[in-house]
């Protein structure tokens, strides 16, 4: 069965510096998102990515994040100057469907800011 | 913005009894999503209701979506072992940012041998 991946499994990086948290959607996906999910907490939405550009983001996209699709594969987000509350899970998703639907997640990146 | 809040936060039940969770939106939805999560594993779905009072059910699983389309339930009936995790709603809106999913804080079940 199709899956979405994500590399790496953790990240541990110093405040300040830049990330990039790597994702590969299922491959005939349109729709890629980023969530977030703090230790215990629930999920968080972070921006939605169709046709090349966000079609939706969060207050906790700021300036800071950024999301790329460098190819035909990778889905990318960005995290420019990281900051210790940046620590958490992020997930990477992908979506078929053209309307509401199913979204399939990916394993996670764990990232932990010191 | 729309707001999903989610109760009980957390359920410990013997093996065998049945476990509610409910879910309750801010704003009318267009839909709502449920999602169980292992413990360290990510979001797997479970179910998507479109319809106001739609009624969905997988085996000992029975969802709900209430008339208004603002309420949901995911009752489980003679829970087991394997049921343990935690469940999030997740509501999505028709328009604009209210598309975006927004998780209710879920419910980490525990099933008790």
């Known amino acids: 069965e199709p899956e979405v991946t994500q590399t790496p499994s953790h990240q541990v990086t110093q405040m300040g510096q830049e990330v990039i948290l790597r994702c590969v959607p299922i491959?005939?996906?349109?729709?890629f998102y980023w969530y977030r999910q703090i230790l215990g907490q629930k999920v968080e939405f972070l921006v939605s990515?169709?046709?090349?550009?966000?079609?939706?983001k969060s207050e906790i996209f700021d300036d800071q994040f950024s999301v790329e699709r460098p190819d035909g594969s990778n889905f990318t987000l960005k995290i420019r100057s990281t900051k210790l509350e940046d620590s958490a899970m992020y997930f990477c998703?992908?979506?078929?469907?053209?309307?509401?639907?199913?979204?399939?997640f990916g394993p996670g990146t764990r990232l932990t800011v010191t | 913005g729309q707001q999903v809040m989610q109760i009980p936060q957390y359920q410990h039940v013997q093996e065998g009894e049945d476990f509610t969770t409910y879910c309750n939106s801010s704003t009318t939805l267009s839909n709502i999503q449920w999602y169980k999560q292992r413990p360290g594993g990510h979001p797997v779905f479970l179910i998507q209701?479109?319809?106001?009072?739609e009624v969905k059910k997988q085996k000992r699983l029975t969802f709900q979506f209430g008339e208004a389309k603002k309420n949901s339930s995911l009752h489980i009936t003679a829970t087991q072992t394997t049921d343990v995790g935690t469940y999030f709603c997740a509501g999505q809106g028709s328009s604009g940012s209210a598309r975006q999913l927004t998780f209710g804080s879920g419910t980490q079940l525990t099933v008790l041998p």
């Open positions: 209701l479109v319809k106001s009072g």
């Open positions: 990515f169709y046709n090349n550009e966000i079609s939706e």
């Open positions: 491959s005939n996906h349109l729709y």
């Open positions: 998703a992908s979506r078929g469907d053209p309307g509401y639907g199913e979204q399939y």
